[in-house]
DNA sequence: ACCTGAACACCGTTCAAGT
DNA sequence: ACCTGAACACCGTTCAAGT
């Protein structure tokens, strides 16, 4: 129930490819993976499955495309211009006071370029958790597909501007890669995630206290590590974790390859 | 076709928990993601969808405890026993002294016992590619399940050994295991990727090839890196990439936290 | 307690037919 | 060229009924 919102303009516009990912990007948005189904976006566009089998192949080309939309306006934006009122502002957190701070202002060294493409791409999981899985998909399954080198392009430029040998662009690019999407992803289901066995989780802040609490209750023996993390992940803000592990890989690469530390 | 292998014990054993689990996983290596399927299930169990019900609540507990029982085997096993020396040692990056070079033995350093658990997630992706994704899901929709704390703490206590202060050490490990579980992700679909629009590939060089090829004809004005990066990826082991990638966020996390570079 | 198997609701995809 | 919509094969899941 309650996914029927705009129905409005049934025959105003001709079916397109761009109208059927639009379509698709909301439903995904609203019903999370499995809200994305042909017979959901048959009706809210109004039509047959065969129309919109005609402007796309099937449903995986269909994910690709959606995919590769949302990256693209990402990447084109920057980060966050922040879409006005999409839900209660961000939780705040105690976060660092002034940090990339700047908006508006493009970066102005390789690491604040990078900080701000990797929460361009933070802050769209945020917004479209389903992302994290099929960009996980893109990356392995069809690296030539365009939005792999969307992605290792806006990263590597930055990399090369590091001073990193060219011998070692591959590698550090990849570290970079690979964090940014698996700590974006990790955060991000996390927000909508449904009902499961352990209860209904409807905000973060609970979810988190539930996670904690079922950490700390850990074997003792087994998980002493885990445990004494546990208190960790109660706390923290998300963003402020996320950029802390980016700095690490940046640290990292510096530490290797810069010729100063 | 050809997913008929054994058939033979068909009530030697009782049907349970752990026979199901084991039957998933020989469906889900054999044809992958969407191979495992209640019909298949229950055809090579000999049974009917409602007895594998009674000992299973639905298809994403069993995927849980198929994800649980790879990870916690490969966690308690280390990495391969296996097979040989694949490729040529490793790069011999700047970082540490002494390098892990043991095989046998188990590892001295810190370091070295993270590489050795990382090798270990490495290959068991390696050997069963739909673990990637698997793992993914579990990491970020379901942390307080098993799977997770597992391997944070495999990897967490060596992160603590590493003299990395308390409170960076959830950072620091999540830094390690979004790398880890996101590299060896991406290098495991690649082995048995099916058929696309751009079309077959058997073996992994090949698609390597395909891949390389592909970046190497982007727009040289929108993808200067991609296309410089393109040759790196032909010729490269996976393995040594792995590792090197391993060894940038390691390189991080001591540059930024050891007493001693 | 454990298993059977028919049945249900739903899914992605096809295709002859229309305009 | 673009769209319709009935139909097909298949899926996860349920449940009355058996032992």
Request: aromatic content about 6%; glycine content about 8%; proline content about 6%.
């Amino acid at each position: 129930m309650a996914t029927r919102t705009r129905r409005s303009q049934r025959r105003t516009e001709a079916l397109s490819r761009e109208r059927i990912v639009e379509a698709a990007v909301e439903l995904l948005d609203a019903a999370g993976e499995s809200g994305l189904t042909f017979r959901a976006l048959t009706e809210r566009l109004a039509t047959g499955p065969g129309a919109i089998y005609w402007h796309v192949a099937n449903k995986d080309e269909l994910l690709g495309a959606v995919t590769e939309a949302v990256v693209a306006a990402t990447l084109a934006a920057g980060p966050a211009t922040s879409t006005a009122p999409s839900g209660p502002a961000r939780p705040a957190g105690p976060a660092g006071p002034s940090r990339s701070a700047g908006r508006g202002a493009s970066a102005d060294s390789p690491q604040d370029a990078i900080r701000a493409v990797a929460l361009g791409l933070f802050e769209a999981i945020e917004d479209h958790p389903w992302l994290a899985t099929q960009l996980a998909l893109q990356l392995s399954r069809n690296p030539w597909g365009s939005v792999t080198p969307r992605i290792f392009e806006s990263i590597g430029r930055q990399v090369r501007a590091l001073d990193v040998p060219e011998s070692s662009w591959f590698t550090a690019t990849s570290a970079l890669v690979h964090y940014v999407l698996g700590a974006a992803g990790q955060n991000a289901a996390n927000g909508a995630s449904a009902d499961t066995d352990t209860g209904t989780h409807t905000d973060r802040a609970e979810f988190l206290d539930t996670v904690s609490s079922a950490w700390e209750e850990l074997d003792p023996e087994d998980y002493p590590f885990t445990r004494a993390v546990a208190d960790q992940v109660r706390g923290h803000d998300d963003r402020e974790q996320f950029l802390s592990g980016l700095d690490l890989v940046l640290a990292g690469i510096t530490a290797l390859h810069s010729p100063r530390g």
